[in-house]
């Protein structure tokens, strides 16, 4: 099983996206957090149909930072619970990988 995976969330503006984007990317728990949107959705909740803009942002993060990752997020997300999917990620290459867990870890060199 690789040890990445493919953490995506969904923030109704983007402000929430670039805060929660630069909180991943400065605690070092995600190397790159890409904002997608806006998107116009439509969903189901509490017996109506409601539509929306949100933006959707991508993180690639090690699977055993996965609680930290959420907690950055809730820490800055207005709703009490925020969507967040998880998929697993293999990265194309050992070299990705290796710069992936060295990235998130801290360790080596840095701007390589």
């Not at 993180?59 to 809730?74: F, G, S, Y």
Request: glycine share 4%; net charge negative.
């Amino acid at each position: 099983m690789s040890p990445f995976i493919l953490l995506k969330t969904t923030a109704p503006d983007r402000e929430t996206a670039e805060l929660i984007a630069s909180g991943l990317t400065k605690a070092r728990l995600a190397a790159s957090v890409h904002i997608t949107g806006p998107i116009h959705s439509t969903y189901w909740w509490e017996n109506s149909i409601h539509n929306r803009c949100e933006y959707i942002c991508e993180a690639r993060i090690r699977r055993d930072l996965k609680e930290k990752v959420v907690a950055v997020i809730e820490a800055v997300h207005p709703y009490q619970v925020p969507e967040i999917f998880c998929t697993p990620l293999h990265p194309a290459t050992s070299q990705c990988e290796a710069w992936l867990m060295e990235y998130t870890t801290g360790k080596g060199s840095q701007g390589d």
